[in-house]
């Protein structure tokens, strides 16, 4: 079973930009979340995405927004990026219906805005 | 911000010891679970705990959870240069949403 997919891997964007970044979930999965982790916040949940709708959301500016398409594979936005938003981007799935069940992580994309 | 402190933020130990780090959280749990990552790669899932029970194991990996302190820990026993790799308590709560300690970052010397 081919793992959790994020593309691109690395990313230099200029302050004012937007990105967006995707996840390929494994098969099957149908919750996606998604994470930012820096050096001086740690991991921090941006929000999940289950059935194409989300279904929880994290502490983030509206600049940050994701979607998830009917084959479960989800793409996050950033727009107008600040320096701050330097970070490794981390997606995670899991498994159907799944409450309280352990997540699959991918690469992650690093983020860096200049 | 985390839900959880870990405890210590760093340990270095030889290669055969035993390391223990410990995680504390602030509200109740659906479950806890642990998350290695090496050089700010992914996550990888090492165990879920889920509130009603106390321990469990994976292979050399043992997990405990005092729901009464709020606290869990996890030990590598007989660690290898391979177990190197920084280690995350998260929180499970309602859907998948995760909420992570500061990370265990653990060195083991050859």
């Known amino acids: 079973k081919a793992g959790v997919t994020q593309t691109p891997r690395y990313l230099i964007k200029t302050r004012g930009q937007q990105v967006t970044l995707s996840c390929s979930p494994i098969?099957?999965?149908?919750?996606v979340s998604w994470y930012q982790q820096t050096p001086g916040q740690g991991l921090q949940f941006l929000f999940e995405?289950?059935?194409?709708?989300?279904?929880n959301k994290g502490n983030f500016p509206g600049r940050f927004s994701g979607r998830q398409f009917s084959n479960s594979r989800s793409e996050m936005n950033v727009s107008t990026l600040e320096l701050g938003d330097s970070a490794l981007y981390l997606c995670?799935?899991?498994?159907?219906?799944?409450?309280?069940?352990?997540?699959?992580f991918g690469q992650g994309t690093r983020l860096t805005v200049v | 911000s985390q839900q959880g402190e870990e405890d210590p933020q760093a340990l270095s130990i030889q290669e055969g010891e035993n390391a223990t780090m410990n995680c504390s959280y602030k509200?109740?749990?659906?479950?806890l679970q642990w998350y290695r990552q090496n050089s700010g790669r992914g996550l990888v899932h090492l165990i879920l705990?889920?509130?009603?029970?106390r321990e469990k194991h994976s292979g050399r990996l043992r997990v405990t959870l005092d729901t009464s302190k709020k606290s869990s820990s996890l030990l590598i026993t007989a660690s290898r240069a391979a177990d190197t790799a920084s280690y995350f308590c998260?929180?499970?709560?309602?859907?998948?949403?995760?909420?992570f300690g500061g990370g265990t970052r653990v060195l083991v010397k050859p």
């Open positions: 998260a929180k499970g709560a309602a859907g998948n949403k995760l909420t």
């Open positions: 098969s099957g999965h149908r919750s």
């Open positions: 509200t109740s749990i659906n479950n």
């Open positions: 705990i889920r509130s009603n029970e």
């Open positions: 995405y289950f059935s194409e709708t989300q279904r």
């Open positions: 995670a799935s899991s498994s159907p219906g799944g409450a309280g069940t352990e997540a699959f």
